[in-house]
């Protein structure tokens, strides 16, 4: 099983800042990792698939880089709709499917 | 509107069984594999299980493997998940969700659309 580690747990980010959130994979991944934004009491939203491409409707501000066994979802210039837990998944190899444990992005 | 509306949750004792629904709506619903994914109170996301546009191909978390059956009627564009033996551990929201890739595609890739989910409490 891939293990996905995200960090920090959780970020403290001024609005109009930069979030820097990691994901880190256990073994390669190559570019099959998907990054998704979860509020509560919403369904979790597709924001970035194959590492670096952005979801139909995602805007600019959030970026995905990465590849192999690190990668990195960039949002800069936060706004307030943007704070969420963030959670990486890889489909490389499965079963199963794994989700990182999340990163909470709440505000300074 | 491309929409997943999960129900059937509840509260169930330990041991007990429980079928959890998913309707689909505004899609090809048989182009698309689909998933069960939940979240455990004030925990994160977890995969439990996935099929394959025509269920030839069923996948399973080894959390649940042996208890938790998934299937799909695509006559009635729905998702089910007939869990059996449950235990506390269970508990939680359960989101049925769609694969990204259409075209019948033959492996699980991520999920693009999500339902608002489904909650079920195990405890006595």
């Known amino acids: 099983e891939i293990v996905m580690t995200q960090s920090p747990a959780t970020l403290s980010v001024s609005p109009g800042e930069r979030a820097t959130l990691s994901c880190r994979a256990s073994q390669s991944v190559s570019s099959n990792l998907a990054w998704y934004q979860h509020k509560p009491g919403q369904a979790p939203r597709l924001l970035i698939y194959g590492a670096s491409t952005r979801a139909t409707g995602v805007a600019a501000r959030f970026t995905g880089s990465g590849s192999g066994t690190e990668f990195t979802l960039t949002i800069t210039s936060l706004q307030s709709e943007d704070f969420a837990v963030y959670y990486c998944q890889q489909y490389d190899n499965w079963p199963p499917l794994t989700f990182g444990g999340g990163t909470k992005v709440d505000i300074k | 509107e491309v929409q997943l509306v999960e129900s059937g949750g509840g509260l169930v004792q330990p041991g007990r069984s429980l079928r959890l629904s998913c309707a689909a709506s505004g899609f090809t619903f048989d182009d698309y594999a689909m998933y069960w994914v939940r979240q455990p109170p004030g925990k994160g996301l977890e995969w439990v299980s996935g099929?394959?546009?025509?269920?030839?191909?069923?996948v399973y978390a080894d959390s649940v493997k042996g208890r938790f059956t998934i299937s799909r009627d695509n006559a009635k564009k729905s998702l089910y998940l007939e869990m059996n033996s449950l235990r506390p551990e269970d508990t939680g929201l359960y989101y049925c969700?769609?694969?990204?890739?259409?075209?019948?595609?033959?492996?699980?890739?991520?999920?693009?659309?999500w339902g608002k989910g489904t909650s079920v409490t195990v405890s006595s």
């Open positions: 099929i394959n546009w025509k269920s030839g191909k069923m």
């Open positions: 969700a769609r694969d990204a890739i259409a075209g019948r595609p033959v492996y699980f890739y991520y999920m693009d659309v």
